[in-house]
């Protein structure tokens, strides 16, 4: 006789890609209902909503033989698929040119981005094309450089897919915004929910129940251009400030081009700062002077938008752990600061798996 064991029952606080993926890993398992609860949803932008403001790309920044770098592993798989196979998630393959100057050593840029620095990264043999760049390829003031591929995804079509994916497998989303996370308990379609997966970014530091002071935001200033860039590039500092940065990504499917950047840490604000605006220009095209006709400065870049977004940093790492809250059975994804796309699958999986172990399958064999 087969016996029909009723679903549980999960709400997902957070529809960034965070939030979106965890409820896709737990929806892809066919045994767990999921209902999707966040103040900000796709076609959303606010301050506390950083998803769409991201660049976004997978250039991993977790050390060797860490949980960071197996989670980026398996995301770039996936993201590597969906690049080849599925268009609508909009994300494309692209060529990425990765700098470095010696006098950058120690700098927070440096200090941030190190893994991506090295002539012989942890990655090496999962990128694709992988191999350092001869002399004659490296631009004036560089001291050396590697090249691979790896994929850059437009947020505005990559979020509403993962929705939509989510809604496929018979997901419910609602709106609504928690002053204490045992509160998502009692959001569920059906009834009062088995567990809570909370994925709230930056928020994790001011919802109750929660109140998490080591997440801080990681502030970083772009500016969104229509002209085209030929490879993803990025170098390990720069001469105008310790905590500015420059890289540059072409989004896929006309999402413009990204130019960042700043990587500043403890900054809430989000008012763009006009002189940085320009620098951040002016870095880009002597870094990547294809941006620009032969001979323009910053007038030849046809800009779309700037804005500030704030990265949801948390000292210490990302905090992917289970609690039990007021009697609610919590299951924290958070604190992905700058690498929420490219760890999403790998951190979805790992939050899936701190849930199944609460299914009352798992429960009985353990
Ligand atoms: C300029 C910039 C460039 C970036 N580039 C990259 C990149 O190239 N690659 C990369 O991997 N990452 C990049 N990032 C980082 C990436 O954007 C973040 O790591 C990621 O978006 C974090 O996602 P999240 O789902 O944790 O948080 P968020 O996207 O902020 O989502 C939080 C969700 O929780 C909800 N929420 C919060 N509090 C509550 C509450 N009390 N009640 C209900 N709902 C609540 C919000 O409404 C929202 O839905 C970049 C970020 C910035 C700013």
Redesign the pocket.
Known sequence: MTTHRAKQKIVV???????LTSALALLRRGTYSVTV?????PGDFAS????P?????W?PVSRADTREAEWDTQTFRELWRLANTVPAAGIAVRECHIYKRNKDAGGIITDWIDSLLSDEPWFRELAPGFRKLEKAELPKGVDSGTTFSSVCINPAIFLPYVLGECLQLGATVRR???RHIAEAAGMHAEGKADVVVN?????AGK?GGVMDEKVIPAR?Q?VVVRNEAPTMMTISGTDDGPEESTYIMMRPNGGGTVI??SYEKGNFETAVDPNLTQRIMKRAIELCPELVKPGQGVEGLDVIKTYA????FRIGGVRLEKEVIDDVVVVHN?G???????ASYGMAEYAARLVDEQSPVEKANL
Do not use: E, K
Request: hydrophobic share 40%.
């Open positions: 606080v957070g529809a960034g890609v965070v939030g609860v966040g103040t900000h949803l506390t909503y950083t998803s403001w991201a660049g976004a790309n250039w609504g915004t928690l994925c709230t970014g930056l928020m919802l970083g772009i960042g950047g977004g704030l990265r949801p958070y992905a600061g700058g690498f929420g796309y490219q």
